[in-house]
């Protein structure tokens, strides 16, 4: 899993660019020698460093809605994470995680009025799901804002993510490394920094 800081900053700031330094950096326990790296920032936040900011009303939920959804299309065309974007996102229930952002990885996951391809060109086409799937419900119930669907292998039958519907993601730690799989686009987005948090699959060791 990526480790990500729990610093309650006050603000979401986007105004400066992603740092993709050529550098040599340890975070979490991963040393970085690529140039493709994002640094950290005041966006740096997980799930629960993010709801206590809209709990606590130092962030809206609106704020960090918007802050997200800008990081998201910012940090995508370089690491294709994000196979959809949600951006009529509905308000957010009164739960614990009420207002943070999430993703949902295109596998195993239905979410209501959306087409759920799992990372292949047969099920792109495919009506949209009649409702949420009970787990996509319960996260919503918690408070959880759906704001798009990551990027998997096909099926979910690869160890890497780079399908040919979907093309392939990259891992933001090092341009030439890849994410993983099944759930790279999952893991991708969180640890850039993209979202606070996502779902993710594990049959083989994704």
């Known amino acids: 899993m990526p480790c990500l800081h729990k610093d309650l900053a006050t603000h979401f700031p986007l105004a400066d ?26 966006q740096e936040l997980d799930a629960l460093g993010a709801a206590e900011l809209v709990r606590t009303k130092k962030l809206s939920a609106k704020e960090l809605l918007d802050g997200t959804l800008a990081r998201l299309h910012e940090l995508n065309g370089r690491l294709n ?9 509905p308000p957010a229930s009164d739960g614990p995680f009420s207002g943070v952002p999430f993703v949902i990885k295109h596998l195993m996951a239905d979410c209501g009025g959306k087409v759920t391809t799992v990372g ?18 319960r996260m919503r119930r918690a408070g ?63």
């Not at 050529?22 to 640094?39: P, V």
């Not at 519907?165 to 730690?173: E, L, Q, R, V, Y």
């Open 144 to 206: 959880l804002v759906i704001v798009g669907r990551t990027n998997t292998s096909e099926f979910g039958l690869a160890p890497t993510t780079e399908p040919a519907f979907g093309g392939a993601t990259i891992n933001p730690w090092g341009s030439k490394l890849s994410p993983g799989g099944s759930s790279g686009g999952s893991a991708a987005a969180v640890a850039a920094f993209m979202v606070p948090g996502s779902t993710g699959t594990d049959t083989g060791g994704s």
């Open 17 to 42: 660019p992603p740092r993709f330094e050529f550098q040599q950096a340890d975070r979490c326990g991963i040393h970085i020698n690529d140039g493709a790296g994002i640094g950290a920032g005041p």
């Open 120 to 137: 292949s060109r047969f099920f792109a086409h495919q009506p949209v799901a009649a409702a949420d799937s009970a787990a996509v419900a």
């Open 81 to 89: 994470a994000i196979t959809d974007f949600y951006d009529d996102a």
